[in-house]
């Protein structure tokens, strides 16, 4: 039904910046809340930053004031610009999208690698 695609993971090294993007297909219908997640390696999934259809956004606090989450309402696309990386930033993103169409999703993207040399 609600397909997510994640796009801009890498290799980079501590200090710079990389930008995601996550883009929503299929039987959408109304998307209330996009977020990205991450998971490091032997660790769990946990929260970086989420953004509300009216743009409310809510932080992680290892990432408050280096990560900034937006979203294009039109393209049903969601962005997260990380700057001044730090190796603890290493992790598989995953793109997360809670919405409603002809039921309620909570859907996942397959995930996108960042690492962060130091």
């Known amino acids: 039904q609600v397909q997510l695609v994640e796009s801009g993971g890498g290799l980079v090294q501590a200090g710079g910046s990389l930008r995601l993007s996550c883009a929503a297909s299929?039987?959408?219908?109304?998307?209330?809340?996009m977020g990205w997640y991450r998971q490091p390696p032997g660790k769990q999934r946990d929260l970086v930053a989420t953004?509300?259809?009216?743009?409310?956004?809510n932080y992680a606090d290892s990432v408050k004031g280096r990560f900034t989450i937006s979203r294009d309402n039109a393209k049903n696309t969601v962005y997260l610009q990380m700057d001044s990386l730090k190796p603890e930033d290493t992790a598989v993103y995953y793109c997360?999208?809670?919405?409603?169409?002809?039921?309620?999703?909570?859907?996942w993207g397959q995930g996108t690698q960042v690492t962060v040399s130091s």
């Open positions: 997360n999208a809670k919405g409603s169409s002809y039921r309620d999703y909570d859907t």
């Open positions: 299929g039987i959408i219908g109304r998307i209330n809340s």
């Open positions: 953004i509300s259809s009216g743009r409310s956004t």
